[in-house]
């Protein structure tokens, strides 16, 4: 079957001229497996990084963790997030470790700034320090922790690939993407878990096979999801990118975030699976190529006012705050007549 192509680079226009240009892989499938659309390499291999963290949390639901802990749906999506370390998540975190008997030094994540504004602000007006709760994937490692209690597993070195923790959720992301064990790859991520490494194409499938799970009524995917889509907030924060995406879309979209240029993405009720990579990770470029794989999939939704027109449109400033270019979609003829007339 052919597919039909997408173009989702994204350029840089300073004036008349492409200044920078950003290449953009995607893969987008539906549950059956079929490669619906795609853009440059759709079998790029790349790292899931959090795009992975619904299928890292999904064994704790199916093997009753949430029932046992006494955990809502707050909880799920922050076992979920890529959170802006706002208030509001910080404090469900820590309450998170607290009911495990943990306290902030059982988590194997470092501390980091908050990843939003608010939080940051809310963080130095307070005078306090950056804890390991302000990790954006505090969450995770809450409830990473939570299973491994339910497991009877030890608590310690459950970050660690050989722990059966990382081994169990190394199995889970095979079974959910279509590929033997051995096939996917293994590192360790940013917030030192285990990270896994795939094709986009597979990335997509897992996101599509997801939503097919829910449409079919499979409890766990449901309250995966569900704890997603309904407490966008807890997914991200205040102006975050996912958070406003999966608002704006009336909960038909599941969107997560993961770093050096990875996205991946579901239309619910259509069983469709995303996965967008940026070729060299720049976020500038990340967030335009999913909104214009969504809007070419039929969102059609009005970006720019759902809180996300710095998302949709930028423009280009300078010190003094003129608009000097722009940054859009573009493929290769984007400023090549200009380009060569310079040189003529």
């Known amino acids: 079957m052919n597919t039909i192509p997408l173009s989702l680079d994204v350029v840089i226009l300073r004036g008349p001229l492409v200044e920078s240009r950003h290449r953009v892989h995607a893969a987008v499938v539906d549950s059956s497996g079929t490669l619906l659309r795609s853009a440059r390499d759709p079998q790029l291999v790349s790292w899931w990084r959090s795009c992975a963290k619904p299928f890292q949390a999904l064994p704790l639901v199916e093997e009753g963790g949430l029932e046992q802990?006494?955990?809502?749906?707050?909880?799920?999506?922050?076992?979920?997030?890529?959170?802006?370390?706002?208030?509001?998540?910080?404090?469900?975190?820590?309450?998170?470790?607290?009911g495990l008997g943990l306290e902030e030094g059982d988590l194997a994540c470092g501390p980091h700034e908050p990843l939003s504004a608010r939080g940051s602000r809310v963080l130095r007006e307070s005078g306090h320090r950056v804890t390991r709760l302000h990790n954006n994937c505090s969450g995770k490692h809450a409830a990473m922790l939570a299973r491994a209690i339910l497991r009877n597993w030890p608590i310690e070195g459950y970050?660690?690939?050989?722990?059966?923790?990382?081994?169990?959720?190394?199995?889970?992301?095979a079974r959910w993407t279509g590929m033997d064990k051995s096939r996917v790859a293994t590192a360790v991520d940013g917030c030192g878990v285990t990270v896994f490494g795939l094709p986009l194409y597979n990335m997509a499938l897992a996101y599509a096979k997801l939503a097919n799970a829910v449409q079919k009524g499979e409890s766990a995917p449901r309250d995966v999801v569900n704890a997603m889509t309904g407490n966008p907030f807890l997914v991200g924060g205040s102006e975050r990118f996912d958070s406003l995406v999966m608002k704006a879309c009336g909960g038909r979209v599941l969107c997560k975030v993961g770093a050096e240029g990875v996205h991946t993405l579901a239309i619910l009720d259509q069983s469709i699976g995303i996965a967008v990579?940026?070729?060299?990770?720049?976020?500038?470029?990340?967030y335009l190529a999913v909104l214009a794989v969504l809007s070419a999939l039929g969102e059609h939704v009005d970006w720019s006012s759902n809180g996300l027109s710095e998302y949709s449109?930028?423009?280009?400033?300078?010190?003094?705050?003129?608009?000097?270019?722009?940054?859009?979609?573009?493929?290769?003829?984007v400023g090549a007549a200009v380009t060569e007339s310079t040189r003529s």
Do not use: Y
């Open 69 to 98: 802990f006494g955990w809502s749906t707050d909880e799920l999506a922050l076992a979920c997030a890529s959170h802006g370390g706002e208030p509001e998540h910080v404090a469900l975190a820590g309450a998170m470790l607290a």
């Open 159 to 173: 970050q660690n690939l050989e722990h059966p923790l990382q081994q169990s959720i190394h199995e889970t992301v």
């Open 277 to 286: 990579k940026v070729e060299d990770g720049h976020q500038r470029a990340q």
């Open 313 to 333: 449109a930028r423009t280009i400033r300078n010190t003094r705050n003129e608009s000097v270019g722009e940054m859009r979609i573009g493929d290769e003829s």
